[in-house]
């Protein structure tokens, strides 16, 4: 069965530092990679996905994340961070099994970005 | 173009009593999913809708836990006889299908004390 892994469960980080979020999964199957963001009293919303192709993905609001199949890692980075992005981060693993594939959700990351 | 959509934001009730929530997809998405998220944790998978059809349920959605999507368009998850334990953000998410289109945008959420 697979899973997910966020290792931290709060990142605080000063603004226009850089940030790396930690995502880890296994599955015995290729799988498709997602980050959702999670704005306080909003439901989730998807950050940027990797179903094929570049491992390297990147979202309109200049965050990126790295498939690295060798090290079953989809960590996600952004070069400056912003008082706005403050929010919960969740990883999220769907394994390309054919047929329906449940999506499995990490138990998330707060990112706390200080002024 | 509207995103899905939820029925109450939040519902506060008793021990014991039922409770019913609505969710309304993106009109043309014909997939249709509701999660449980508890305090600290990631959306955890409870059913799963392809049009009308009820294809997947978690062992999660106890009997007290019933969903149904009657035309395949909104769907509606009731608890019956409600535990403190269902306190819990309740969210929905749809998809269009295809492989390459198959993820999934999620709604605000339905918050659920149980007191």
């Known amino acids: 069965a697979q899973s997910v892994t966020q290792l931290d469960s709060q990142v605080p980080v000063f603004e226009e530092a850089p940030v790396e979020l930690r995502c880890n999964y296994s599955?015995?199957?290729?799988?498709?990679l997602f980050w959702y963001v999670q704005y306080p009293n909003q439901g989730l919303q998807l950050l940027l996905k990797y179903l094929s192709g570049s491992t390297l993905v990147k979202s309109i609001n200049g965050f990126e994340a790295e498939f690295n199949k060798s090290q079953t890692s989809f960590h996600l980075r952004k070069p400056s961070v912003h008082i706005s992005d403050t929010a919960e981060y969740f990883c999220a693993v769907r394994e390309n099994s054919g047929g329906y594939q449940k999506v499995t959700f990490g138990t998330g990351t707060k990112l706390q970005v200080i002024p | 173009d509207t995103g899905v959509s939820q029925d109450p934001r939040h519902k506060i009730t008793k021990r014991g009593q039922n409770v019913t929530f609505r969710c309304d997809p993106i009109s043309e998405h014909n997939r249709l999913y509701w999660y449980r998220q508890t305090l600290g944790q990631g959306p955890e998978f409870l059913t799963y809708f392809q049009n009308e059809a009820q294809l997947e349920k978690s062992r999660l959605l106890s009997n007290r836990f019933s969903a149904e999507r009657p035309k395949g368009s909104f769907s509606t998850l009731e608890i019956q006889r409600t535990e403190q334990g269902d306190s819990a953000m309740y969210l929905c998410?749809?998809?269009?299908?295809?492989?390459?289109?198959?993820?999934?945008?999620f709604g605000p959420g339905t918050r659920l004390t149980v007191l």
């Open positions: 998410a749809s998809s269009l299908g295809g492989w390459d289109t198959d993820t999934q945008y």
């Open positions: 599955s015995s199957v290729s799988v498709y």
